[in-house]
Protein backbone atom coordinates (compact mmCIF):
# COMPACT_ATOMS: atom_id res chain seq x y z
CA UNK A 1 0.00 0.00 0.00
CA UNK A 2 1.40 3.35 -0.77
CA UNK A 3 2.01 5.89 1.60
CA UNK A 4 -0.57 8.74 1.15
CA UNK A 5 -0.21 12.68 1.49
CA UNK A 6 -2.90 14.95 2.69
CA UNK A 7 -3.33 17.01 -0.83
CA UNK A 8 -3.69 15.92 -4.54
CA UNK A 9 -4.36 17.51 -7.53
CA UNK A 10 -6.85 15.34 -8.66
CA UNK A 11 -8.49 11.64 -7.02
CA UNK A 12 -9.07 9.28 -9.79
CA UNK A 13 -11.60 6.65 -7.75
CA UNK A 14 -11.12 3.59 -9.87
CA UNK A 15 -7.62 2.21 -11.72
CA UNK A 16 -9.46 -0.07 -14.53
CA UNK A 17 -8.98 1.25 -18.08
CA UNK A 18 -11.12 4.56 -17.60
CA UNK A 19 -8.88 5.54 -14.62
CA UNK A 20 -5.42 4.73 -15.70
CA UNK A 21 -6.21 6.08 -19.38
CA UNK A 22 -7.47 9.72 -17.46
CA UNK A 23 -4.10 9.34 -15.50
CA UNK A 24 -2.17 9.09 -18.10
CA UNK A 25 -3.09 12.27 -20.00
CA UNK A 26 -3.26 14.26 -17.06
CA UNK A 27 -0.55 16.75 -16.90
CA UNK A 28 2.81 15.58 -15.82
CA UNK A 29 2.62 19.14 -13.34
CA UNK A 30 -0.56 17.70 -11.54
CA UNK A 31 0.05 15.59 -8.64
CA UNK A 32 -2.42 12.76 -9.32
CA UNK A 33 -3.83 9.74 -6.57
CA UNK A 34 -5.32 6.69 -8.47
CA UNK A 35 -7.05 4.48 -6.07
CA UNK A 36 -8.62 1.12 -6.66
CA UNK A 37 -10.24 -1.14 -4.23
CA UNK A 38 -8.84 -4.08 -4.64
CA UNK A 39 -5.62 -5.32 -6.16
CA UNK A 40 -5.57 -3.12 -9.71
CA UNK A 41 -6.32 -6.12 -11.98
CA UNK A 42 -9.52 -7.19 -9.98
CA UNK A 43 -12.12 -4.97 -12.25
CA UNK A 44 -14.32 -5.01 -15.43
CA UNK A 45 -11.51 -4.00 -17.79
CA UNK A 46 -9.27 -7.10 -16.73
CA UNK A 47 -12.24 -9.31 -17.74
CA UNK A 48 -13.32 -8.21 -21.15
CA UNK A 49 -12.91 -11.16 -23.98
CA UNK A 50 -14.00 -10.15 -27.37
CA UNK A 51 -12.28 -6.82 -27.79
CA UNK A 52 -12.57 -3.03 -28.48
CA UNK A 53 -14.15 -1.48 -31.75
CA UNK A 54 -13.15 0.99 -34.00
CA UNK A 55 -12.36 2.63 -37.51
CA UNK A 56 -8.38 2.67 -37.56
CA UNK A 57 -6.52 2.45 -40.81
CA UNK A 58 -9.51 0.01 -42.47
CA UNK A 59 -10.32 0.76 -46.13
CA UNK A 60 -13.57 -1.12 -46.19
CA UNK A 61 -14.92 0.76 -43.03
CA UNK A 62 -15.98 3.89 -42.15
CA UNK A 63 -16.97 6.23 -38.59
CA UNK A 64 -20.36 6.78 -40.23
CA UNK A 65 -20.85 2.69 -40.33
CA UNK A 66 -19.47 2.40 -36.88
CA UNK A 67 -22.05 5.22 -35.60
CA UNK A 68 -24.64 3.35 -37.87
CA UNK A 69 -24.04 0.04 -35.71
CA UNK A 70 -24.49 1.70 -32.27
CA UNK A 71 -27.25 3.25 -33.09
CA UNK A 72 -29.01 0.06 -34.66
CA UNK A 73 -28.49 -1.42 -31.18
CA UNK A 74 -28.95 1.68 -29.00
CA UNK A 75 -32.40 1.70 -30.66
CA UNK A 76 -31.85 5.00 -32.09
CA UNK A 77 -31.45 6.55 -28.81
CA UNK A 78 -27.87 7.49 -28.64
CA UNK A 79 -26.66 11.06 -28.14
CA UNK A 80 -25.48 11.82 -30.88
CA UNK A 81 -22.86 14.22 -29.89
CA UNK A 82 -21.14 12.02 -27.87
CA UNK A 83 -21.60 9.01 -30.70
CA UNK A 84 -20.04 11.04 -33.04
CA UNK A 85 -17.08 12.01 -30.69
CA UNK A 86 -16.88 7.83 -30.02
CA UNK A 87 -16.70 7.09 -33.16
CA UNK A 88 -14.47 9.57 -34.89
CA UNK A 89 -11.94 9.93 -32.45
CA UNK A 90 -11.50 5.67 -31.44
CA UNK A 91 -8.42 5.61 -34.07
CA UNK A 92 -6.39 8.04 -32.09
CA UNK A 93 -6.93 5.97 -28.88
CA UNK A 94 -6.21 2.40 -30.10
CA UNK A 95 -3.15 4.22 -31.69
CA UNK A 96 -2.11 5.13 -28.81
CA UNK A 97 -2.67 1.61 -26.99
CA UNK A 98 -0.35 0.20 -29.77
CA UNK A 99 1.87 3.30 -28.71
CA UNK A 100 2.11 1.98 -25.10
CA UNK A 101 2.99 -1.63 -26.28
CA UNK A 102 -0.76 -2.95 -25.94
CA UNK A 103 -0.60 -6.26 -28.54
CA UNK A 104 -3.50 -6.73 -30.55
CA UNK A 105 -3.26 -10.05 -32.82
CA UNK A 106 -2.09 -9.99 -36.18
CA UNK A 107 -2.85 -11.73 -39.42
CA UNK A 108 -0.80 -13.69 -41.68
CA UNK A 109 -0.12 -10.45 -43.55
CA UNK A 110 0.98 -8.52 -40.67
CA UNK A 111 -2.00 -6.24 -40.93
CA UNK A 112 -4.16 -6.30 -37.54
CA UNK A 113 -6.48 -9.30 -37.40
CA UNK A 114 -10.12 -6.97 -36.68
CA UNK A 115 -12.38 -9.73 -35.73
CA UNK A 116 -16.61 -9.42 -35.77
CA UNK A 117 -19.36 -9.46 -33.39
CA UNK A 118 -22.62 -9.38 -33.43
CA UNK A 119 -24.71 -6.11 -34.46
CA UNK A 120 -21.44 -4.68 -36.82
CA UNK A 121 -21.28 -4.86 -40.48
CA UNK A 122 -17.57 -4.85 -40.61
CA UNK A 123 -14.60 -6.55 -39.35
CA UNK A 124 -13.72 -4.24 -36.55
CA UNK A 125 -12.82 -5.47 -33.27
CA UNK A 126 -9.11 -5.43 -32.22
CA UNK A 127 -8.52 -7.98 -30.47
CA UNK A 128 -5.73 -9.97 -28.36
CA UNK A 129 -6.92 -13.61 -28.43
CA UNK A 130 -9.47 -13.78 -26.36
CA UNK A 131 -8.46 -11.59 -23.13
CA UNK A 132 -8.24 -8.77 -24.69
CA UNK A 133 -9.10 -5.86 -21.18
CA UNK A 134 -6.45 -7.63 -19.25
CA UNK A 135 -4.34 -7.18 -22.05
CA UNK A 136 -5.08 -3.25 -22.48
CA UNK A 137 -5.09 -2.66 -18.71
CA UNK A 138 -1.42 -5.06 -18.51
CA UNK A 139 -0.11 -2.15 -20.63
CA UNK A 140 -2.04 0.71 -18.97
CA UNK A 141 -0.42 -0.30 -15.96
CA UNK A 142 2.94 -0.26 -16.97
CA UNK A 143 2.83 3.03 -18.10
CA UNK A 144 1.08 4.58 -15.19
CA UNK A 145 4.23 2.89 -13.12
CA UNK A 146 6.58 5.22 -15.02
CA UNK A 147 4.88 8.32 -14.07
CA UNK A 148 6.62 10.25 -11.38
CA UNK A 149 3.17 12.24 -10.78
CA UNK A 150 0.71 9.51 -10.13
CA UNK A 151 0.43 7.67 -6.67
CA UNK A 152 -1.22 4.42 -7.44
CA UNK A 153 -2.23 3.13 -4.23
CA UNK A 154 -4.21 -0.48 -3.87
CA UNK A 155 -6.94 -2.12 -1.59
CA UNK A 156 -7.40 1.73 -0.86
CA UNK A 157 -11.53 2.16 -0.67
CA UNK A 158 -13.02 5.65 -0.89
CA UNK A 159 -15.68 5.62 1.46
CA UNK A 160 -17.14 9.03 1.41
CA UNK A 161 -16.82 12.22 -0.31
CA UNK A 162 -18.07 15.73 0.42
CA UNK A 163 -17.36 19.02 -1.60
CA UNK A 164 -15.31 21.68 -0.28
CA UNK A 165 -14.38 25.67 -0.95
CA UNK A 166 -11.20 24.03 -3.16
CA UNK A 167 -12.46 20.88 -4.31
CA UNK A 168 -13.58 17.92 -2.80
CA UNK A 169 -12.66 15.69 0.50
CA UNK A 170 -12.24 12.42 0.18
CA UNK A 171 -12.48 9.67 3.43
CA UNK A 172 -10.54 6.42 2.41
CA UNK A 173 -9.84 3.44 4.00
CA UNK A 174 -7.28 1.62 3.70
CA UNK A 175 -7.98 -1.79 5.73
CA UNK A 176 -8.92 -0.94 9.10
CA UNK A 177 -7.32 2.79 8.93
CA UNK A 178 -9.77 5.42 7.88
CA UNK A 179 -7.53 8.76 6.53
CA UNK A 180 -8.98 11.80 4.32
CA UNK A 181 -7.20 13.25 1.32
CA UNK A 182 -8.22 16.29 -0.27
CA UNK A 183 -8.36 17.16 -4.12
CA UNK A 184 -9.21 20.32 -6.23
CA UNK A 185 -10.51 17.46 -9.22
CA UNK A 186 -12.32 13.90 -8.40
CA UNK A 187 -12.91 11.82 -11.07
CA UNK A 188 -14.74 8.45 -10.70
CA UNK A 189 -14.18 5.68 -12.62
CA UNK A 190 -15.37 2.81 -10.96
CA UNK A 191 -16.77 0.65 -12.87
CA UNK A 192 -19.94 -1.21 -13.16
CA UNK A 193 -22.97 -2.40 -10.44
CA UNK A 194 -23.36 -6.31 -11.40
CA UNK A 195 -22.87 -6.91 -7.95
CA UNK A 196 -26.75 -5.59 -7.29
CA UNK A 197 -27.39 -8.92 -8.97
CA UNK A 198 -27.40 -12.60 -7.74
CA UNK A 199 -25.68 -13.37 -10.48
CA UNK A 200 -23.83 -11.14 -12.88
CA UNK A 201 -20.41 -11.63 -14.97
CA UNK A 202 -19.18 -8.93 -13.39
CA UNK A 203 -16.00 -9.04 -10.62
CA UNK A 204 -16.18 -8.21 -7.00
CA UNK A 205 -15.56 -4.76 -6.98
CA UNK A 206 -18.71 -3.67 -9.31
CA UNK A 207 -21.20 -2.31 -6.44
CA UNK A 208 -21.44 0.97 -7.75
CA UNK A 209 -19.59 2.89 -5.33
CA UNK A 210 -19.20 5.39 -7.66
CA UNK A 211 -22.62 5.93 -8.50
CA UNK A 212 -23.63 6.34 -5.03
CA UNK A 213 -20.88 8.46 -4.41
CA UNK A 214 -22.11 10.71 -7.13
CA UNK A 215 -25.51 10.53 -6.15
CA UNK A 216 -24.41 11.78 -2.46
CA UNK A 217 -22.80 15.18 -4.25
CA UNK A 218 -25.81 16.02 -6.24
CA UNK A 219 -24.88 14.67 -9.57
CA UNK A 220 -27.51 13.47 -11.94
CA UNK A 221 -27.86 10.05 -12.15
CA UNK A 222 -29.50 8.70 -15.68
CA UNK A 223 -30.85 5.18 -17.20
CA UNK A 224 -29.29 3.60 -14.00
CA UNK A 225 -32.39 0.65 -15.44
CA UNK A 226 -30.82 0.30 -18.85
CA UNK A 227 -29.06 -2.72 -17.72
CA UNK A 228 -27.85 -5.18 -20.27
CA UNK A 229 -28.08 -9.29 -19.37
CA UNK A 230 -25.84 -11.53 -21.84
CA UNK A 231 -27.67 -14.63 -22.81
CA UNK A 232 -24.93 -17.43 -22.55
CA UNK A 233 -23.03 -16.80 -19.34
CA UNK A 234 -21.73 -20.52 -17.38
CA UNK A 235 -24.49 -21.37 -15.09
CA UNK A 236 -22.35 -22.25 -12.22
CA UNK A 237 -24.67 -22.39 -9.51
CA UNK A 238 -22.47 -22.20 -6.95
CA UNK A 239 -20.91 -18.51 -7.80
CA UNK A 240 -21.80 -15.32 -7.91
CA UNK A 241 -19.62 -14.53 -10.41
CA UNK A 242 -20.64 -16.41 -14.03
CA UNK A 243 -18.02 -16.51 -16.40
CA UNK A 244 -18.91 -15.25 -19.19
CA UNK A 245 -19.08 -17.45 -22.90
CA UNK A 246 -18.40 -15.13 -25.91
CA UNK A 247 -21.09 -14.43 -28.28
CA UNK A 248 -18.22 -15.53 -30.71
CA UNK A 249 -19.20 -19.29 -29.77
CA UNK A 250 -22.40 -18.82 -31.22
CA UNK A 251 -21.05 -17.14 -34.28
CA UNK A 252 -19.01 -19.88 -34.90
CA UNK A 253 -22.30 -22.21 -34.65
CA UNK A 254 -22.99 -23.00 -31.63
CA UNK A 255 -26.60 -23.77 -30.75
CA UNK A 256 -29.00 -23.39 -27.88
CA UNK A 257 -30.56 -26.32 -26.37
CA UNK A 258 -33.15 -26.48 -23.10
CA UNK A 259 -33.86 -28.57 -20.97
CA UNK A 260 -35.22 -31.30 -23.17
CA UNK A 261 -32.31 -30.88 -25.08
CA UNK A 262 -33.97 -29.39 -28.16
CA UNK A 263 -32.95 -26.29 -30.42
CA UNK A 264 -35.82 -23.40 -29.39
CA UNK A 265 -34.67 -20.05 -31.10
CA UNK A 266 -37.15 -21.08 -33.60
CA UNK A 267 -39.77 -20.54 -31.63
CA UNK A 268 -38.47 -16.58 -31.47
CA UNK A 269 -36.92 -15.28 -33.43
CA UNK A 270 -35.95 -16.12 -37.38
CA UNK A 271 -32.21 -15.19 -37.15
CA UNK A 272 -31.86 -18.40 -34.35
CA UNK A 273 -28.60 -18.28 -32.10
CA UNK A 274 -27.51 -15.19 -34.08
CA UNK A 275 -30.19 -12.83 -32.98
CA UNK A 276 -29.01 -9.75 -30.94
CA UNK A 277 -27.80 -10.28 -27.19
CA UNK A 278 -31.34 -8.89 -25.73
CA UNK A 279 -33.01 -10.96 -28.15
CA UNK A 280 -31.45 -14.39 -27.07
CA UNK A 281 -32.06 -13.66 -22.99
CA UNK A 282 -35.80 -12.69 -23.73
CA UNK A 283 -36.30 -16.15 -25.59
CA UNK A 284 -34.16 -17.78 -22.99
CA UNK A 285 -36.50 -16.63 -20.16
CA UNK A 286 -39.81 -17.01 -22.31
CA UNK A 287 -38.34 -20.83 -22.88
CA UNK A 288 -37.92 -21.18 -19.35
CA UNK A 289 -41.21 -19.52 -18.17
CA UNK A 290 -43.11 -22.00 -20.97
CA UNK A 291 -41.04 -25.67 -20.44
CA UNK A 292 -41.10 -24.28 -16.22
CA UNK A 293 -37.06 -25.46 -16.13
CA UNK A 294 -34.15 -23.10 -15.78
CA UNK A 295 -31.93 -25.82 -17.23
CA UNK A 296 -30.48 -24.26 -20.69
CA UNK A 297 -27.24 -25.65 -22.80
CA UNK A 298 -24.56 -24.47 -25.38
CA UNK A 299 -24.01 -26.95 -27.66
CA UNK A 300 -21.20 -26.87 -30.28
CA UNK A 301 -19.99 -30.59 -30.17
CA UNK A 302 -21.05 -31.14 -33.71
CA UNK A 303 -17.83 -28.44 -35.18
CA UNK A 304 -14.31 -29.63 -35.27
CA UNK A 305 -12.56 -30.24 -31.57
CA UNK A 306 -9.33 -28.72 -32.79
CA UNK A 307 -10.80 -25.38 -34.25
CA UNK A 308 -13.13 -24.78 -31.16
CA UNK A 309 -10.07 -25.09 -28.73
CA UNK A 310 -7.93 -23.00 -31.11
CA UNK A 311 -10.24 -20.55 -31.48
CA UNK A 312 -11.45 -20.00 -28.04
CA UNK A 313 -8.21 -21.33 -26.07
CA UNK A 314 -9.62 -18.83 -22.35
CA UNK A 315 -13.19 -20.54 -22.38
CA UNK A 316 -12.05 -23.72 -23.54
CA UNK A 317 -9.41 -23.65 -20.40
CA UNK A 318 -12.14 -21.99 -17.91
CA UNK A 319 -14.62 -24.88 -18.67
CA UNK A 320 -11.91 -27.59 -18.56
CA UNK A 321 -11.60 -26.46 -15.05
CA UNK A 322 -15.22 -26.08 -14.10
CA UNK A 323 -15.51 -30.07 -15.36
CA UNK A 324 -16.84 -29.50 -18.86
CA UNK A 325 -15.08 -29.88 -22.03
CA UNK A 326 -16.66 -27.61 -24.61
CA UNK A 327 -15.63 -29.66 -27.70
CA UNK A 328 -17.24 -32.87 -26.07
CA UNK A 329 -20.76 -32.17 -24.18
CA UNK A 330 -23.16 -29.34 -23.80
CA UNK A 331 -22.28 -26.44 -21.72
CA UNK A 332 -24.61 -24.93 -18.61
CA UNK A 333 -25.71 -21.46 -19.43
CA UNK A 334 -28.30 -19.15 -18.24
CA UNK A 335 -28.96 -15.02 -18.70
CA UNK A 336 -26.55 -12.68 -15.92
CA UNK A 337 -25.96 -9.08 -15.77
CA UNK A 338 -23.45 -8.07 -17.60
CA UNK A 339 -23.51 -4.21 -18.36
CA UNK A 340 -24.70 -1.19 -17.67
CA UNK A 341 -25.44 1.50 -20.17
CA UNK A 342 -27.01 4.19 -17.83
CA UNK A 343 -25.02 6.30 -14.71
CA UNK A 344 -23.21 9.08 -13.89
CA UNK A 345 -24.78 11.66 -15.80
CA UNK A 346 -21.70 13.39 -18.03
CA UNK A 347 -21.43 16.14 -20.75
CA UNK A 348 -19.03 15.11 -23.85
CA UNK A 349 -15.82 16.05 -21.97
CA UNK A 350 -17.02 14.03 -18.83
CA UNK A 351 -18.16 16.80 -16.73
CA UNK A 352 -20.76 16.28 -13.99
CA UNK A 353 -23.39 19.40 -12.98
CA UNK A 354 -21.06 19.54 -9.92
CA UNK A 355 -18.46 21.96 -10.34
CA UNK A 356 -14.59 19.90 -10.86
CA UNK A 357 -16.72 16.28 -10.52
CA UNK A 358 -15.90 14.04 -13.56
CA UNK A 359 -16.76 10.26 -14.00
CA UNK A 360 -15.83 8.07 -16.83
CA UNK A 361 -16.14 4.32 -17.63
CA UNK A 362 -19.14 1.99 -17.34
CA UNK A 363 -19.65 4.29 -14.31
CA UNK A 364 -20.85 6.99 -16.21
CA UNK A 365 -23.97 7.55 -18.82
CA UNK A 366 -22.25 9.54 -21.86
CA UNK A 367 -25.38 8.81 -23.41
CA UNK A 368 -23.84 6.69 -26.39
CA UNK A 369 -24.69 3.52 -26.26
CA UNK A 370 -28.78 4.58 -26.10
CA UNK A 371 -30.83 1.53 -24.84
CA UNK A 372 -28.17 -1.22 -25.60
CA UNK A 373 -24.61 -1.67 -25.87
CA UNK A 374 -23.11 -2.61 -29.31
CA UNK A 375 -20.43 -5.29 -28.03
CA UNK A 376 -16.92 -3.71 -27.94
CA UNK A 377 -17.80 -0.42 -27.58
CA UNK A 378 -17.74 0.08 -24.18
CA UNK A 379 -13.49 -0.48 -23.81
CA UNK A 380 -13.48 2.57 -26.43
CA UNK A 381 -16.09 4.61 -24.11
CA UNK A 382 -13.81 4.32 -21.46
CA UNK A 383 -10.89 5.74 -23.17
CA UNK A 384 -12.49 8.00 -25.14
CA UNK A 385 -14.02 10.12 -22.49
CA UNK A 386 -11.37 9.66 -19.90
CA UNK A 387 -8.78 11.01 -21.99
CA UNK A 388 -11.98 14.01 -22.24
CA UNK A 389 -11.92 14.46 -19.16
CA UNK A 390 -8.49 14.68 -18.40
CA UNK A 391 -7.91 16.92 -21.43
CA UNK A 392 -10.47 19.04 -19.78
CA UNK A 393 -9.18 19.09 -16.75
CA UNK A 394 -5.96 20.31 -18.05
CA UNK A 395 -6.82 23.25 -19.45
CA UNK A 396 -8.69 24.90 -15.95
CA UNK A 397 -5.98 23.71 -13.96
CA UNK A 398 -3.98 26.34 -15.36
CA UNK A 399 -5.87 29.04 -13.09
CA UNK A 400 -5.65 26.61 -9.64
CA UNK A 401 -5.27 28.04 -6.28
CA UNK A 402 -2.45 25.99 -4.46
CA UNK A 403 -4.76 25.74 -1.43
CA UNK A 404 -6.59 23.01 0.34
CA UNK A 405 -9.51 22.91 2.54
CA UNK A 406 -10.11 19.82 4.78
CA UNK A 407 -13.97 18.77 5.04
CA UNK A 408 -15.16 17.96 8.21
CA UNK A 409 -17.17 14.02 7.45
CA UNK A 410 -19.39 13.52 10.70
CA UNK A 411 -17.44 11.09 12.97
CA UNK A 412 -18.50 7.27 12.70
CA UNK A 413 -18.40 5.36 16.09
CA UNK A 414 -19.94 2.19 15.99
CA UNK A 415 -18.58 -0.29 16.59
CA UNK A 416 -21.95 -2.88 15.36
CA UNK A 417 -21.09 -4.51 12.37
CA UNK A 418 -24.16 -4.05 9.78
CA UNK A 419 -26.93 -6.68 9.87
CA UNK A 420 -26.03 -9.74 7.99
CA UNK A 421 -28.17 -10.55 5.09
CA UNK A 422 -29.19 -6.93 3.76
CA UNK A 423 -26.76 -7.51 0.89
CA UNK A 424 -28.30 -11.12 0.02
CA UNK A 425 -31.24 -9.46 0.02
CA UNK A 426 -30.77 -6.59 -2.43
CA UNK A 427 -29.27 -8.41 -4.77
CA UNK A 428 -32.85 -11.37 -4.37
CA UNK A 429 -34.88 -8.39 -4.83
CA UNK A 430 -33.26 -6.97 -7.68
CA UNK A 431 -32.29 -10.37 -9.60
CA UNK A 432 -36.72 -11.44 -9.03
CA UNK A 433 -37.62 -8.07 -9.91
CA UNK A 434 -35.90 -6.66 -12.67
CA UNK A 435 -34.17 -9.01 -14.70
CA UNK A 436 -34.55 -9.93 -17.84
CA UNK A 437 -38.52 -9.38 -18.16
CA UNK A 438 -39.44 -6.93 -15.15
CA UNK A 439 -41.74 -8.00 -12.98
CA UNK A 440 -44.25 -5.56 -13.10
CA UNK A 441 -46.68 -7.08 -10.95
CA UNK A 442 -44.47 -7.01 -7.87
CA UNK A 443 -41.77 -4.19 -8.80
CA UNK A 444 -43.95 -1.69 -6.01
CA UNK A 445 -43.33 -3.82 -3.29
CA UNK A 446 -39.37 -5.02 -4.10
CA UNK A 447 -38.99 -0.53 -4.29
CA UNK A 448 -40.74 -0.21 -1.04
CA UNK A 449 -38.36 -2.90 0.56
CA UNK A 450 -35.30 -1.22 -0.90
CA UNK A 451 -36.59 1.56 0.54
CA UNK A 452 -36.91 0.17 4.17
CA UNK A 453 -33.10 -1.46 3.81
CA UNK A 454 -31.93 2.28 2.64
CA UNK A 455 -33.57 3.52 5.87
CA UNK A 456 -32.48 0.62 7.90
CA UNK A 457 -28.87 1.24 6.44
CA UNK A 458 -28.87 4.98 7.63
CA UNK A 459 -30.81 4.90 10.55
CA UNK A 460 -27.90 4.77 13.03
CA UNK A 461 -23.75 4.28 12.15
CA UNK A 462 -22.51 1.16 11.50
CA UNK A 463 -19.20 0.00 11.99
CA UNK A 464 -17.42 1.38 8.92
CA UNK A 465 -15.58 -1.33 6.94
CA UNK A 466 -16.21 -2.56 3.50
CA UNK A 467 -19.29 -4.80 3.66
CA UNK A 468 -21.06 -0.95 4.93
CA UNK A 469 -19.40 0.88 2.40
CA UNK A 470 -20.65 -1.66 -0.68
CA UNK A 471 -24.29 -2.61 1.11
CA UNK A 472 -24.54 1.42 1.10
CA UNK A 473 -23.79 1.37 -2.61
CA UNK A 474 -25.74 -1.21 -3.75
CA UNK A 475 -28.96 -0.18 -1.83
CA UNK A 476 -28.33 3.06 -3.64
CA UNK A 477 -28.16 1.41 -6.85
CA UNK A 478 -30.99 -0.72 -6.62
CA UNK A 479 -33.49 1.91 -5.12
CA UNK A 480 -32.54 3.98 -8.41
CA UNK A 481 -33.42 1.49 -10.71
CA UNK A 482 -36.03 -0.05 -9.15
CA UNK A 483 -37.44 3.86 -9.15
CA UNK A 484 -36.92 4.33 -12.84
CA UNK A 485 -39.58 1.75 -13.24
CA UNK A 486 -42.46 2.84 -11.02
C1 LIG B 1 -16.88 -10.59 -18.59
C2 LIG B 1 -16.86 -9.26 -19.29
C3 LIG B 1 -16.50 -9.18 -20.64
C4 LIG B 1 -16.49 -7.94 -21.29
N1 LIG B 1 -16.07 -7.88 -22.59
C5 LIG B 1 -15.95 -6.66 -23.19
C6 LIG B 1 -15.39 -6.55 -24.49
O1 LIG B 1 -15.00 -7.53 -25.11
N2 LIG B 1 -15.30 -5.30 -25.04
C7 LIG B 1 -15.71 -4.17 -24.39
O2 LIG B 1 -15.61 -3.07 -24.94
N3 LIG B 1 -16.22 -4.26 -23.14
C8 LIG B 1 -16.33 -5.46 -22.53
N4 LIG B 1 -16.83 -5.53 -21.25
C9 LIG B 1 -17.18 -4.29 -20.55
C10 LIG B 1 -15.91 -3.54 -20.16
O3 LIG B 1 -14.94 -4.47 -19.74
C11 LIG B 1 -16.17 -2.55 -19.03
O4 LIG B 1 -17.29 -1.78 -19.31
C12 LIG B 1 -14.98 -1.60 -18.85
O5 LIG B 1 -13.78 -2.34 -18.78
C13 LIG B 1 -15.17 -0.79 -17.58
O6 LIG B 1 -13.96 -0.11 -17.30
P1 LIG B 1 -13.93 0.87 -16.05
O7 LIG B 1 -12.54 1.41 -16.00
O8 LIG B 1 -15.05 1.81 -16.12
O9 LIG B 1 -14.24 -0.07 -14.78
P2 LIG B 1 -13.39 -1.26 -14.15
O10 LIG B 1 -12.41 -1.79 -15.10
O11 LIG B 1 -14.35 -2.21 -13.54
O12 LIG B 1 -12.57 -0.53 -12.97
C14 LIG B 1 -13.22 -0.03 -11.83
C15 LIG B 1 -12.18 0.41 -10.82
O13 LIG B 1 -12.82 1.14 -9.76
C16 LIG B 1 -12.28 0.72 -8.53
N5 LIG B 1 -13.25 1.03 -7.46
C17 LIG B 1 -14.57 0.75 -7.41
N6 LIG B 1 -15.11 1.24 -6.27
C18 LIG B 1 -14.11 1.85 -5.60
C19 LIG B 1 -14.03 2.53 -4.35
N7 LIG B 1 -15.10 2.71 -3.55
N8 LIG B 1 -12.83 3.02 -3.94
C20 LIG B 1 -11.72 2.84 -4.72
N9 LIG B 1 -11.75 2.21 -5.91
C21 LIG B 1 -12.92 1.73 -6.34
C22 LIG B 1 -12.01 -0.75 -8.73
O14 LIG B 1 -11.14 -1.25 -7.75
C23 LIG B 1 -11.43 -0.72 -10.14
O15 LIG B 1 -10.06 -0.38 -10.07
C24 LIG B 1 -16.85 -6.76 -20.59
C25 LIG B 1 -17.21 -6.84 -19.24
C26 LIG B 1 -17.22 -8.08 -18.58
C27 LIG B 1 -17.59 -8.12 -17.15
Known sequence: ????????????????????????????TLRVLLLSKQEATLCNSALAQGGIAGVWNSPNDNTELH?????????FTNNPKTLHILVTEAARDIEQLVAYGVEFDKD????????????????????????????????????????????????TVVSRAMKTETGFSCELMQGVECSV????????????????????????????????????LGARIKNLSLIQFHPTAFNNKHSRECFLISEAVRGEGA????????????????RLELA????????????????????FWLDITHKDPEEVRNRFPNIYTKLLKQGYDLTKEPVPIYPCQHYLMGGIHVNANAQTRIDRLYACGEC???????????????????????????????????????????????????????????????RKLLQENYFVIPNTEHIHEAYERVTELIQLIACEDWLMNLDYI?????????????????
Open 364 to 426: AHTGVHGSNRLASNSLLEALVFSRRAAEEIAKIAEDLSPKFIEGQFPPITATEPIPHGIRTEL
Open 181 to 216: VNCHFLILATGGIGRVYEHTTNSAIATGDGIRLAYE
Open 67 to 75: ANDTRIAGA
Open 108 to 155: ETGDYDRTLEGGHCRRRIFHHRDSTGAEILRGLLAQVQLLPNVTLSEH
Open 255 to 270: YLRNCHMERFMHRYDD
Open 276 to 295: PRDVVSHAIIRESQRTGSKD
Open 1 to 28: MATLESNYDVVIVGAGAAGCYAALHLPP
Open 470 to 486: EAKSQATCAYLILEEQL
